[in-house]
C-alpha cells in the first residue's frame, strides 16, 4: 500500500504537518486504520487505560507547549469518555485537538449499533466541532481545527471521522495544507494613551496577571512593566509564576474562599490592570464588590460582559507590547506601600510554620513547604482539584510560568495523574509532581501503568484523608456538619508497586522531605502516601474571617 493510499493516512500525514509529536489515545474496531497509519510516522502514539486520561494529557500537553495536544478515541463510549478533558481544556483556555472515529455516513442517518450524534455533544464545549463528510475535506478540516485550537483564545476542537471515511481512498494529489500562524497585534495607540490618562490619576494602583499572559510569554514584560511603574501584582491560580513569588512587588495568588491576605490588595486599590485575565479564572466580584474600580484590559481579545468588570480601557494585542508601550506612556512612578510587604510576610511565616510543624498526620502547610524544598524553580508541580489546590495555589511559591498548574476553569478532579506524564513529555528534564488527594488519585490512577510502560518518570504524592477533603470543608463552614464524604482507600504502596512503580508510606513528619528527593532523583514513576491531617482547614478559614483591614 502506498504512504497516501487511505484517508487515515491522509490524516496522520496533515498531523505531522502541523507538528504533532504525540498522539493520546485507545483504538477501536472503527479507527484502526489511523492507529496503523500512526506507526509508520513521526508521531509516537501513547495507548492509555482510559480516554478521560488521554483528554487531560493533550490538555496539558498542549497548555505546556502551546501547540495542540491531540487525543484519540473511538466512537460511542469511547468519544464520549473524552469529554471531560476536552470541557476542561476549553474552560482553561488551552489548546486540544479530540479526534474520535464514528460510524460510516452509509448509517449514520438512522437508529443503528453506537450511533450518538457526537458533534453535538461536543458542540458546547469546544471553539469547533464537525464531521469529516469526505477525504477530500480533510486537509482543510485538519488546518482548521489546528488553527482554531491555537488562535486566541485558544481550547478544543473536535473532529468526528467516519468509518468509511477513514478507510477510503484518496485522490491524487491530495496533501495537508501549508501552516499558517495568527500573529498578535500592536496595540492601538489611542487606547494606550486612554489607559495612561486612568493610570496619571490614580490613587493606589494594582495590577492582576492571569493565565493568559504565561500563554503570551509575558512574564519579563510584567517584571518591566511593574518595576517601571512600582505597582503591586497578584496572580491567579492559573497565572502562578507569571510573577515570581520572590520579587519585591509581588502579592501573591488570588482565588482562595475566603479574603485572603492578598485580597487586602485589592481593598486599597482604585485602578485594577488587568494582565492577561479571563473570568473564568476567578470572580472579579471578589476583587470589585463595590464595582468601583477603574479596569484597565490588557489583552489579545476584549473581556467578557461582567457586572463586576466594567473595563474603562480596553487595550487589545500583543501582551507585551501593549505592556511595554503603557509603561513608556505613563510619566509617574507610584510608591509601594507598606501593605505587600506585610502580605509576603504573612505567607512567609505561613510556609515557616510549615516547616516546623512536626505533628503526624501532617499539616498542609508542612507538605507544601517540603514539595517546595525539594523542587526546583523550574520543575512542575501538577496540584489536583480539592483541599489540595486550595493549599498550593495560595501558599506553594512559584517562580516560573507553568510551573504550579491547576485547573482553574472547569476545575476537574484527577487531571494530575495523566497531567504530569504529558508535562514530562514535554519537558523531559524537568522533574514532575503530581500533587492529588486521594478521592482524585483514584479516579485516573490506572494511568500509573502507562507511565511504567512507556517510561515516563514522575511522582505521584497522594494526600491522605480518606475522603472529599474540599466537600467536607466546605459542609463544615457554611452547615456546621459534613455528610457523605468519607470512603476507604487501598494500601498505595501495594497498589502503586502493582503496577511496577515504587511506592512510598511516610509514617512521621520528617520523612516527607527525603522521601521526596530520593523519588524525584530515582528518576522512575514513583507513588509516595502522606497523611494529612485537614483540622487546619477550618483553623486556616477561621483565622482569615477574623482578619481586618486596611493592614
Not at 460511542?76 to 471531560?84: F, K, R, V
Not at 470541557?87 to 450518538?116: C, F, M, W
Not at 473581556?303 to 487589545?316: K, L, R, S, T
Not at 510502560?453 to 457554611?478: N, Q, S, T
Amino acid at each position: 500500500m502506498s504512504p497516501q493510499a487511505d484517508a487515515a493516512r491522509l490524516i496522520v500525514q496533515a498531523l505531522e504537518a502541523e507538528g504533532v509529536e504525540y498522539v493520546f489515545g485507545i483504538p477501536g474496531e472503527e479507527n484502526i486504520h489511523f492507529v496503523d497509519a500512526l506507526q509508520d510516522s513521526s508521531i509516537r502514539y501513547v495507548l492509555v487505560r482510559h480516554e478521560q486520561a488521554a483528554s487531560f494529557m493533550a490538555e496539558i500537553y498542549g497548555r505546556l507547549t502551546g501547540k495542540a495536544g491531540v487525543a484519540s478515541a473511538t466512537l460511542g463510549p469511547g468519544a464520549i469518555n473524552l469529554q471531560l478533558g476536552v470541557a476542561d481544556a476549553t474552560t482553561n483556555s488551552t489548546p486540544v485537538v479530540a479526534i474520535t472515529a464514528q460510524v460510516g455516513l452509509d448509517r449514520i442517518y438512522k437508529e443503528s449499533h453506537q450511533v450518538v450524534d457526537l458533534v453535538s455533544l461536543f458542540r458546547p464545549i469546544t471553539k469547533w466541532a464537525e464531521l469529516a463528510p469526505s477525504p477530500q475535506a480533510l486537509p482543510e478540516m485538519i488546518r482548521k481545527a489546528f488553527k482554531t485550537a491555537q488562535t486566541e483564545r485558544p481550547g478544543a476542537v473536535y473532529l468526528a471521522i467516519p468509518e468509511d471515511v477513514e478507510s477510503a481512498p484518496v485522490p491524487p494529489g491530495l496533501r495537508p495544507l501549508p501552516l499558517n500562524v495568527v500573529r498578535p497585534q500592536d496595540p492601538s495607540a489611542a487606547q494606550v494613551a486612554r489607559a495612561a490618562d486612568v493610570l496619571a490619576t490614580a490613587r493606589r494602583p494594582i495590577v492582576l496577571a492571569g493565565h493568559g499572559a504565561t500563554r503570551a510569554g509575558a512574564s519579563q514584560a510584567l517584571v518591566r512593566f511593574s518595576e517601571r511603574l512600582g505597582l503591586p501584582v497578584a496572580t491567579t491560580f492559573n497565572g502562578k509564576g507569571v510573577f515570581p513569588d520572590d520579587h519585591r512587588h509581588a502579592l501573591g495568588a488570588v482565588g482562595f474562599m475566603r479574603h485572603d491576605y492578598v485580597n487586602f490588595g485589592f481593598d486599597e486599590a482604585d485602578v485594577l490592570v488587568s494582565v492577561g485575565y479571563e473570568l473564568q479564572e476567578f470572580d472579579p466580584a471578589k476583587i470589585n464588590p463595590m464595582r468601583d474600580k477603574k479596569i484597565i484590559h490588557i489583552h489579545r481579545f476584549p473581556a467578557e460582559v461582567d457586572d463586576h468588570y466594567p473595563v474603562a480601557v480596553g487595550v487589545h494585542g500583543d501582551i507585551s507590547r501593549s505592556l511595554h508601550a503603557l509603561g513608556d506612556a505613563v510619566h509617574r512612578r507610584f510608591e509601594i506601600n507598606g501593605t505587600g510587604e506585610r502580605i509576603r510576610r504573612m505567607l512567609r511565616e505561613e510556609l515557616e510554620q510549615g516547616r516546623s510543624d512536626g505533628g503526624f498526620p501532617l499539616s498542609p502547610r508542612r507538605v507544601v513547604a517540603d514539595i517546595r524544598e525539594a523542587m526546583g524553580r523550574d520543575d512542575i508541580v501538577l496540584a489536583d482539584t480539592g483541599a489540595v489546590k486550595m493549599w498550593m495555589a495560595r501558599m506553594y511559591p512559584t517562580y516560573e510560568p507553568n510551573t504550579m498548574l491547576v485547573s482553574n476553569g472547569l476545575s476537574s478532579m484527577g487531571f494530575s495523574v495523566p497531567g504530569a506524564l504529558a508535562a514530562k513529555l514535554a519537558f523531559p528534564h524537568r522533574r514532575v509532581l503530581a500533587a492529588t488527594g486521594d478521592g482524585a488519585f483514584l479516579m485516573n490512577s490506572q494511568e500509573l501503568e502507562t507511565a511504567v510502560r512507556e517510561r515516563i518518570p514522575f511522582v505521584v504524592l497522594v494526600w491522605v484523608d480518606d475522603a472529599y477533603g474540599l466537600i467536607e470543608w466546605k459542609m463544615d463552614l457554611e452547615l456546621g456538619r459534613d455528610s457523605n464524604v468519607a470512603f476507604g482507600n487501598p494500601d498505595f504502596v501495594t497498589y502503586a508497586r502493582s503496577f511496577g512503580a515504587r511506592g512510598y508510606r511516610v509514617t512521621a513528619a520528617d520523612e516527607l522531605l527525603p522521601t521526596l528527593r530520593k523519588a524525584l532523583a530515582d528518576d522512575v514513576v514513583s507513588v509516595i502516601a502522606v497523611p494529612v491531617d485537614y483540622s487546619a482547614n477550618l483553623e486556616l478559614t477561621d483565622k482569615l474571617g477574623d482578619l481586618t483591614g486596611p493592614f
